[in-house]
Structure formats: structure tokens, C-alpha cells
């Protein structure tokens, strides 16, 4: 298994727009997809797409498609604050299934220890993620315990 696949279905909500030339002098395009959670409620995440590929997305703006590709971020500066952008970037395209099949795989390792914060809900952040478990003040004394065990 490669250290960082994503598969997600979901329904191509724009046509692609030129966002920059890499490094390699390949033509990256941006968009979004939407796409269902096992909650029902709905995500819109942001992709970008190699040129070779992005005819294959314009085809089917409004469609419903499966992409494969990478789980990516970069750091986008506001003023001197910087702000972590996380996109998917297309490797490539197939027909949707009748089911979602939607995964991100990352493997790697938690290279700092969580920074707990207690607000209404518990919210957990690590560097690279964030994870609200939506419990009450009251049972976040063990989560913390069990997330540091870890």
C-alpha cells in the first residue's frame, strides 16, 4: 500500500480553472467535487488536476465521477499569518459505482504531542490534523489520557 492514496465519488461542481505552471512545465487546473459523508451531510472539496487529465473533468462538470489521486496541502500566506490549504491532487478518473467509495489513506507518523484545547466540545489538534470528538467537558479527561497513551 502507497504511503498516501485517496479515492473519493462525488459530483464535479465547476469547470477547472488554470492555476499554475509546475516547476515541470505541467499546466495544474483547480475545481471542486462535493461529496456525501457516511452522516449525509455534504463536503465540498477543493482538487486540482494535471492538464492531461482535466478535458476528462470538464466532460463531466455537474456529473457524478470517482477520482484517485493524493492528499496534498501547502501553506498559503495571508499578510504574515499562513494559512494550511488541503487539496486532492487528480492522478486520475473512472465512472461512479452505484456506491460511494470514498478513502483517504494516510500513513505516517505524529511527530509532536497533541496541543488539547477545551472549548463547548472536545477538539484535539495535531500538526498535521484535527479531530473534534464531540464530547462534553466531562468525559475529556480520559480521551486525553488515551490520546497520549498513543
Known amino acids: 500500500m502507497e504511503n498516501?492514496?485517496?479515492k473519493i465519488t462525488g459530483k464535479i461542481m465547476e469547470t477547472p480553472?488554470?492555476?499554475l505552471t509546475s516547476p515541470d512545465r505541467r499546466k495544474i487546473y483547480k475545481s471542486t467535487i462535493e461529496v456525501m459523508r457516511t452522516s449525509?451531510?455534504?463536503d465540498v472539496i477543493p482538487i486540482q488536476v494535471p492538464e492531461q487529465i482535466v478535458q476528462e473533468i470538464r466532460d463531466n462538470v455537474g456529473g457524478r465521477i470517482?477520482?484517485?489521486?493524493e492528499y496534498r496541502s501547502y501553506?498559503?500566506?495571508?499578510?504574515?499569518?499562513?494559512?494550511l490549504?488541503?487539496?486532492v491532487f487528480v492522478k486520475g478518473i473512472s465512472e461512479a459505482g452505484e456506491a460511494d467509495q470514498n478513502r483517504i489513506d494516510l500513513i505516517?507518523?505524529?511527530c509532536k504531542q497533541p496541543l488539547?484545547?477545551?472549548p463547548d466540545c472536545f477538539r484535539c489538534v495535531y500538526p498535521d490534523c484535527t479531530c473534534n470528538e464531540g464530547l462534553t467537558k466531562k468525559g475529556n479527561d480520559e480521551l486525553v489520557r488515551e490520546l497520549a497513551k498513543r
Request: hydrophobic share 25%; with cysteine.
Open 108 to 110: 505516517g507518523y505524529i
Open 4 to 6: 498516501n492514496t485517496v
Open 75 to 83: 501553506n498559503e500566506k495571508d499578510g504574515e499569518r499562513n494559512h
Open 40 to 42: 449525509g451531510n455534504m
Open 116 to 118: 488539547c484545547k477545551y
Open 85 to 87: 490549504k488541503l487539496y
Open 17 to 19: 480553472e488554470y492555476l
Open 66 to 69: 470517482t477520482i484517485f489521486g
